[in-house]
């Protein structure tokens, strides 16, 4: 989303004139705020979240770097957590309503518009969404027995969807960001809520520190064994398939529910618009591991082999 310049306080351009400033991807800055880039409009829903936000112990927070397959995993999650609502239903809202819809990014929806959000209609365990890292949470997301569900993947893939993404998001008066470009901008950190790595890193931490809160999920592991992951998420959640459920085969229905397949030939998926202005169909392009080979020279895969294995040395992480 693009904010004019009539849309921002003055506090608020003061506080942009005091950031580091890059060239952005699809709008014209992004701003260095505690470490991490973000738009405008992020960074002002970030503000008004830290100021407003108020997580509850029953909460559960789906975070994840751009990119990374959010939309499959707040499918993945509505399903999951209300499939005693909508059993094996033709009724079921992921077939009527967007994923982002009916699971809200907090700092991009909820607490993106100047009136503040009434999450009184949320039922517990209230689903959230939200990009930001570990070190810009709200305190009470942090110091809450709230659940954090984090999904990443590899940087490669990310990029190669994060590239596509933003062209597809660039107004059509602006010309596409070559691929050269934004690498070189990603390398170095100046991706929306990057640095990449510092995002993923600190999830990870987390998760080995407190893995009753911290649930850490990669996109690629996903695809490999998604029965066996998405058993492991009921159970992280709290609200593990029953035996009677895995006999009629609720964890399949599920996945098949989700599927990229089914998910992107929804009618409400291949047209619409998300409020923001994103249509729902720049959220499905191709659903695929390694389709970063089609894009990236043996050139680009080195350098950020390279940059992963500085930043994630020691930790036992690997992408
Ligand atoms: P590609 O661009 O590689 O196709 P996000 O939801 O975080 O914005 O991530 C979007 C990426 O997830 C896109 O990757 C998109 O195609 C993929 N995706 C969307 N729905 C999916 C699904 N149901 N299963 C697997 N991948 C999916």
Excluded at 193 to 219: I, M, N
Aim: hydrophobic letters at 35%; one cysteine or more.
């Amino acid at each position: 989303k693009y904010l004019e310049e009539d849309e921002l306080t003055e506090e608020f351009k003061e506080l942009l004139s005091s950031l580091p400033r890059e060239r952005g991807w699809v709008v014209p800055h992004i701003y260095k705020y505690h470490g991490v880039w973000h738009t405008p409009a992020q960074l002002r829903g970030v503000l008004a979240l830290h100021q407003h936000f108020q997580a509850q112990d029953s909460d559960i927070l789906l975070v994840t770097t751009p990119k990374s397959g959010t939309t499959w995993l707040k499918s993945i999650m509505f399903a999951l957590m209300n499939r005693s609502r909508y059993p094996k239903s033709e009724q079921h809202p992921l077939l009527k309503t967007n994923p982002h819809v009916l699971v809200p990014f907090l700092e991009i929806k909820l607490y993106a518009n100047k009136e503040l959000p009434d999450l009184a209609s949320f039922v517990s365990p209230r689903l959230f969404c939200t990009h930001l890292s570990c070190t810009t949470l709200p305190n009470s997301a942090r110091d809450s027995a709230c659940k954090i569900v984090y999904l990443c993947r590899n940087p490669r893939d990310t990029f190669v969807s994060l590239f596509h993404f933003s062209n597809k998001l660039r107004t059509p008066n602006l010309p596409p960001n070559s691929i050269e470009e934004v690498f070189d901008m990603f390398c170095e950190g100046a991706s929306v809520y990057g640095p990449f790595w510092d995002h993923v890193l600190g999830y990870w931490k987390e998760s080995l520190r407190k893995p009753q809160k911290v649930f850490f999920l990669k996109y690629e592991e996903m695809k490999e064994q998604p029965t066996l992951h998405l058993k492991r998420l009921a159970e992280f959640l709290g609200c593990p398939f029953s035996k009677v459920e895995e006999k009629e085969g609720v964890v399949g229905d599920i996945l098949e529910l989700c599927s990229f397949g089914n998910m992107s030939n929804l009618v409400v998926n291949r047209g619409g618009r998300l409020e923001s202005g994103e249509e729902h169909s720049a959220y499905f392009r191709k659903g695929e591991v390694g389709d970063w080979k089609n894009y990236m020279t043996e050139e680009m895969v080195q350098r950020l082999e390279k940059i992963s294995e500085q930043k994630f040395k020691g930790s036992g992480l690997c992408l």
